[in-house]
């Protein structure tokens, strides 16, 4: 029985999803494709019918994943807030691909690689866009730096067995991303 071609795409998005979800929930060692098309109501053999390989799969995950364009509708406050938040933290599955999965990408085939930092280096443009600063040099230093600490805090906060920790990590990250607390750490302004 042929499929229709809207079909196919639907069968590919829903196969996307799944990986997405998957792989951010459990790394991409520990899933495999049948996992992957179990999960998106297919069979297993009908997987390379959508995809090469499962590099191929990663690839394409993490391009769909990352594939936002906009930038943000508000400040970089209200994003790091929402980045930071217990609930983000919490939800891996749905969670940011960049904290979950960066420090498995490192050692995936270039196409993932690639994939990884073309979303980051759109990251970067979209947060730069609603960054504070003078001209756009500071805004996209804004924009990198705001982004490293949220990723970083986030992976710091899923890590520990501490709840009270990871709770900290994450008030406390969003606090001095604020700036409130920028002028007496020593650190110097990023506007």
């Not at 990408?105 to 979209?126: S, W």
């Not at 001095?176 to 920028?182: A, H, I, P, V």
Request: proline share 4%; glycine share 8%; hydrophobic share 40%.
């Amino acid at each position: 029985m042929r499929v229709s071609r809207q079909q196919v795409e639907e069968n590919k998005r829903t196969i996307l999803e799944a990986a997405g979800r998957l792989f951010r929930e459990r790394g991409f060692e520990s899933v495999t494709v049948t996992d992957v098309m179990k999960s998106a109501g297919l069979t297993h053999g009908g997987f390379y019918g959508y995809f090469k390989s499962k590099d191929d799969l990663i690839a394409r995950t993490l391009a769909e994943l990352q594939g936002g364009s906009e930038p943000p509708s508000v400040d970089l406050t209200t994003v790091a807030d929402r980045y930071l938040s217990p609930e983000h933290r919490d939800d891996f599955g749905h969670g940011c691909p960049v904290a979950a999965l960066a420090s498995e990408v490192i050692r995936q085939p270039a196409e993932a690689r690639a994939e990884m930092t073309a979303g980051l280096k759109r990251q970067f443009v979209r947060l730069g866009k609603v960054a504070p600063g003078p001209d756009e040099e500071h805004r996209r230093r804004a924009a990198i730096g705001t982004w490293s600490a949220m990723v970083g805090a986030l992976i710091l906060a899923r890590m520990t067995d501490d709840a009270a920790l990871s709770d900290e990590i994450l008030a406390q990250t969003r606090t001095w991303l604020s700036g409130s607390d920028r002028s007496s750490s020593g650190v110097a302004e990023v506007a």
